[in-house]
Nanobody, 124 residues
Framework: QVQLTESGGGLVQAGDSLRLSCAAS????????MSWYRQAPGKERERLAG???????NYEDFVRGRFTISRDNAKNMLYLQMNSLKPEDTAAYYC??????????????????WGQGTLVTVST
């Protein structure tokens, strides 16, 4: 089917920037919308941003202006550029995809796949 692998997390200081990557493999023609989520310790998983197959992004209000979601369909990659990081950004960050588009050649009728997550720790 589709597999998602996040990378780019790590330990940074407040005010630093970090770029997360999500590599998609397998039946990538099945991928439509892609999203970034995060889950901090003791808190519910929350949506950060999404981007459709045409590259149009949508952001939650609390990350708009600091985070930028982008994708490179030719490379099967999703990115999250995070600037001005704060300690409250500390969380496990997850890549998520939905599909397929109605005109896709995908052999599956429905797709929802999560990556394994990458940890981001922002120190004071």
């Amino acid at each position: 089917q589709v597999q998602l692998t996040e990378s780019g997390g790590g330990l940074v200081q407040a005010g630093d920037s970090l770029r997360l990557s999500c590599a998609a493999s397998g039946d990538t023609v099945c991928i439509s919308r892609m999203s970034w989520y995060r889950q901090a310790p003791g808190k519910e998983r929350e949506r950060l941003a999404g981007i459709n197959s045409g590259g149009i992004p949508n952001y939650e209000d609390f990350v708009r202006g600091r985070f930028t979601i982008s994708r490179d369909n030719a490379k099967n990659m999703l990115y999250l550029q995070m600037n001005s990081l704060k300690p409250e950004d500390t969380a496990a960050y997850y890549c998520f995809t939905q599909g397929p588009d109605s005109d896709s050649t995908c052999r599956y009728s429905h797709l929802e796949v999560w990556g394994q997550g990458t940890l981001v720790t922002v120190s004071t």
